[in-house]
């Protein structure tokens, strides 16, 4: 493309991480108007805006999205002509950061996550957790470059990004041995003797497991409630009370955590999609992730 002024691009790429003008310009050691005036231009090199107000701040237009991706591979390839002049190594690993919503199974999530290690390349992986709409927010901000959730991100938050279904798994119920060998009875009617540790009330699985629950009549006594799916589990491994988790990855529960099964419902089911900014996914190691999750994991 001729005319495009590439310090005007790193410019509007620290926009783009930084998610204002004021932050970028702080970083950048420039007034907000000059940084605001390289953004003008290169617009004006492009024919587009790359920019749209959101809220109190601003957002990537769809062009800024094509664009924003475009800089990230300049970048890296700078980088690489950088070390290849001087000798050093190229294979520096792909960076691949990820936010899974705390309410997911950690036994999914490294299942779901473990292609991506496997790619030709090195990857350098990063994991948080927290709630669905701070870790969109930071998917939004380019902060991440995929989040794993449970529910669809909704509409109505205004963020640029697009929901994936991965796959969906019934649920199975778990309880560690001693309270599995003092409550026998059969299976869905153990779950209204034994204490139980369920997904916080604001989930979506809840509300699918309390209406199973009610259409078989049990009565459940509720030990528990818990946003983070591995404390819930360290309760159930101690013997508070039974808990559910995905049937799919039912075996790596019970070995991992040294629980019995309680049995096993698929008229209660757990959708994993996979949230990004790109509507055709290009990076490798989310590729790798979806791919892998609808052909083996969710098969």
């Not at 108007?33 to 990537?60: H, K, N, S, Y």
């Not at 309760?235 to 508070?240: C, E, I, L, N, Q």
């Amino acid at each position: 493309m001729r005319g495009l002024n590439y310090n005007h691009l790193y410019y509007f790429w620290v926009v783009a991480r930084e998610g204002s003008v004021i932050g970028a310009a702080k970083v950048l050691f420039l007034t907000p108007q000059t940084v605001t005036g390289q953004l003008r231009a290169l617009e004006r090199t492009l024919g587009g805006r790359l920019f749209a107000p959101a809220g109190r701040g601003i957002a990537l237009t769809e062009l800024g999205h094509t664009v924003f991706g475009y800089a990230q591979e300049i970048g890296r390839l700078g980088s690489e002509l950088q070390a290849a002049v001087t000798g050093r190594s190229v294979d520096r690993p792909l960076p691949f950061r990820v936010g899974a919503v705390d309410a997911l199974s950690k036994v999914v999530v490294q299942r779901l996550l473990a292609p991506a290690l496997a790619l030709d390349r090195a990857v350098q992986l990063s994991c948080r957790e927290g709630p669905l709409e701070e870790l969109a927010a930071d998917l939004a901000l380019h902060k991440l470059d995929l989040v794993l959730a449970d529910t669809p991100l909704a509409a109505d938050l205004d963020l640029r990004a697009f929901n994936h279904l991965l796959g969906e798994s019934g649920i199975a119920f778990f309880a560690a041995p001693a309270l599995r060998e003092c409550h026998p009875e059969p299976f869905p009617e153990v779950l209204g003797r034994v204490p139980l540790l369920l997904p916080a009330s604001r989930g979506a699985l809840r509300g699918a497991i309390d209406h199973w629950l009610d259409r078989h009549d049990i009565r459940p006594h509720i030990a528990g409630e818990f946003d983070d799916s591995s404390l819930m589990k360290s309760f159930g491994k101690a013997g508070v009370g039974a808990f559910a988790s995905p049937s799919v990855v039912a075996d790596d529960i019970a070995r991992q955590y040294g629980v019995a099964l309680l049995g096993a419902t698929d008229d209660v089911r757990e959708r994993f999609y996979a949230i990004s900014t790109e509507r055709r996914v290009r990076h490798p190691a989310v590729a790798a992730v979806a791919e892998r999750a609808r052909t083996e994991l969710f098969a």
